[in-house]
């Protein structure tokens, strides 16, 4: 899908929920964003989806007695298999539409951490269920549909450079 259709099809989702963003009705995740730093070269890390089979970054719903920085860990170790160092700060936000199993669909503002990956495991929770790669920061960002996760990982290199 280009980027252009991808964009519109982001958007598109957004519309049908903008009604429930505006009455609050939101449900929240917590998300990482990886990526192995090599000098001047930065990769990140996009797995897909189980349902659809779309390029995302590790998500999901809080826990219990977790703060969202640590959630973002965990996630980024069970679906990808990555163990590293997590920002407690949030690198950003984003908003999509999230489609549940019983057809509905919810808007899900997810909180976004920086994890510096220092290892890979070749055995993880959902190996198998997903496909795990590496791309640069523009390859990646040209691969997810959410627009303002785009942005974020097109803003990784510039932050990564200025700490």
């Known amino acids: 899908m280009s980027d252009e259709r991808l964009y519109r099809s982001a958007f598109?989702?957004?519309v049908t929920v903008t009604g429930q963003i505006l009455r609050?009705?939101?449900i929240t995740q917590y998300a990482a964003?990886?990526?192995r730093d090599h000098g001047d070269d930065v990769d990140i890390l996009l797995i897909t989806s189980r349902d659809t089979g779309r390029w995302?970054?590790?998500k999901g719903w809080g826990m219990r007695n977790?703060?969202?920085h640590q959630v973002a860990r965990r996630e980024a170790w069970e679906e990808a298999g990555v163990i590293g160092?997590?920002?407690k700060k949030p690198f950003g936000f984003y908003t999509y539409a999230k489609?549940?199993?019983g057809g509905g669909i919810v808007?899900?503002?997810v909180q976004v951490h920086l994890l510096h990956v220092h290892e890979t495991r070749a055995d993880f929770p959902e190996l198998g269920q997903r496909v795990v790669r590496w791309f640069n920061p523009s390859e990646a960002a040209s691969l997810v549909k959410e627009p303002e996760l785009r942005s974020m990982v097109r803003q990784v290199p510039a932050y990564l450079n200025h700490r």
């Open 12 to 14: 598109a989702d957004l």
């Open 24 to 26: 609050g009705d939101c």
């Open 33 to 35: 964003i990886c990526v």
């Open 56 to 58: 995302v970054i590790p």
């Open 66 to 68: 977790k703060k969202a």
């Open 85 to 87: 160092k997590v920002k």
């Open 99 to 101: 489609r549940l199993r």
């Open 107 to 109: 808007p899900a503002i």
